[in-house]
């Protein structure tokens, strides 16, 4: 834990840079949002405070909603120190390759189990409590984007595609690697990130998308049932296209609807962790 503490001194040195990133910041923005309006009123409210702390560092860090994609925007200060924190690649083959072990030992699920005591403890330093929030929140979302577990091998690529980033495709005329299609929502997250235009996919997807039609999932917050889930749903799903041709119509509108029900998934197991471990004494 003290490691943790230690990396995570230095970011009082840097300020957000104006980059927005593109699942992408949209994506984190209306999962924090569904996540948000499934808290407590007293987990709220500490939350709130904690964002306020973030606030008084980063100017840009106001709301909730800013905070998910936060550990993005350092990463584009070239700050890769946590670089890791936002996946993890348990490998996969279709044609026989032999697998390798591709996970790295600092991972998202290793970041969640570290970063989880943190957040709980209102003894840590404030500052640094709110940091481990947004990187609590950003990590969750991130683990429900199927490409963020998952590295494909095969023949071409026998150390792994990191996620789909060296598998491209073809969507409109235009070549773009899997991975930021997924990013994307394959098209869900697109768009302004105005908190009317947040707050208005945010409200659509939990209609479609209510809590109670997951069953008991939205209560499962163990990091590794996720990371089955992504697998599976990269394997039915993201990975169903051929490499170097255009994606089908049905592959989009199949992708889309996987996107919103994760990013549902995990707003509710957000708002769930949350309501565990920032508790009003």
């Given at each position: 834990?003290?490691?943790?503490?230690?990396?995570?001194?230095?970011?009082?040195?840097?300020?957000?840079?104006?980059?927005?990133?593109?699942?992408?910041?949209?994506?984190?923005?209306?999962?924090?949002?569904?996540?948000?309006?499934?808290?407590?009123?007293?987990?709220?409210?500490?939350?709130?405070?904690?964002?306020?702390?973030?606030?008084?560092?980063?100017?840009?860090?106001?709301?909730?909603?800013?905070?998910?994609?936060?550990?993005?925007?350092?990463?584009?200060?070239?700050?890769?120190?946590?670089?890791?924190?936002?996946?993890?690649?348990?490998?996969?083959?279709?044609?026989?390759?032999?697998?390798?072990?591709?996970?790295?030992?600092d991972?998202?699920?290793?970041?969640?189990n570290?970063i989880?005591?943190?957040?709980?403890?209102?003894?840590?330093?404030?500052?640094?409590?709110?940091?481990?929030?947004?990187?609590?929140?950003h990590?969750?979302?991130?683990?429900?984007?199927?490409?963020?577990?998952?590295?494909?091998?095969?023949?071409?690529?026998?150390?792994?595609?990191?996620?789909?980033?060296?598998?491209?495709?073809?969507?409109n005329?235009?070549?773009?690697?899997?991975?930021?299609?997924?990013?994307?929502?394959?098209?869900?997250?697109?768009?302004?990130?105005?908190?009317?235009?947040?707050?208005?996919?945010?409200?659509?997807?939990?209609?479609?998308y209510?809590?109670?039609?997951?069953?008991?999932?939205?209560?499962?917050?163990?990091?590794?049932?996720?990371?089955?889930?992504?697998?599976?749903?990269?394997?039915?799903?993201?990975?169903?296209?051929?490499?170097?041709?255009?994606?089908?119509?049905?592959?989009?509108?199949?992708?889309?609807?996987?996107?919103e029900?994760?990013?549902?998934?995990?707003?509710?197991?957000?708002?769930?962790?949350?309501?565990?471990?920032?508790?009003?004494?």
């Amino acid at each position: 834990m003290k490691h943790l503490l230690r990396l995570l001194a230095f970011f009082m040195l840097f300020s957000l840079s104006p980059l927005v990133f593109a699942w992408n910041a949209f994506g984190h923005m209306v999962v924090a949002s569904i996540a948000y309006q499934n808290l407590k009123p007293a987990t709220r409210e500490k939350v709130d405070n904690l964002v306020d702390y973030m606030h008084q560092q980063y100017a840009d860090m106001g709301t909730f909603l800013n905070i998910a994609y936060w550990p993005d925007s350092i990463r584009g200060q070239k700050i890769e120190t946590y670089t890791h924190w936002h996946y993890i690649d348990v490998a996969f083959s279709t044609d026989g390759t032999p697998l390798k072990n591709l996970v790295d030992t600092d991972n998202a699920v290793w970041a969640i189990n570290n970063i989880e005591p943190v957040v709980k403890n209102d003894h840590a330093n404030a500052y640094e409590r709110a940091r481990f929030l947004a990187f609590l929140t950003h990590i969750v979302a991130d683990l429900h984007q199927p490409l963020h577990t998952v590295s494909y091998i095969s023949a071409a690529m026998p150390d792994g595609d990191k996620g789909g980033n060296s598998y491209f495709v073809r969507v409109n005329n235009e070549r773009l690697n899997l991975h930021k299609l997924w990013d994307g929502g394959l098209g869900v997250f697109d768009g302004d990130t105005s908190n009317d235009n947040i707050a208005a996919i945010a409200k659509y997807i939990m209609e479609r998308y209510p809590q109670n039609s997951f069953g008991n999932k939205a209560s499962d917050l163990k990091p590794d049932s996720w990371i089955k889930e992504g697998m599976a749903n990269a394997k039915q799903y993201a990975y169903n296209t051929p490499e170097n041709q255009p994606v089908s119509q049905g592959y989009l509108e199949n992708g889309k609807r996987i996107a919103e029900q994760q990013a549902a998934l995990a707003g509710y197991r957000l708002a769930n962790l949350l309501n565990q471990l920032v508790q009003k004494p």
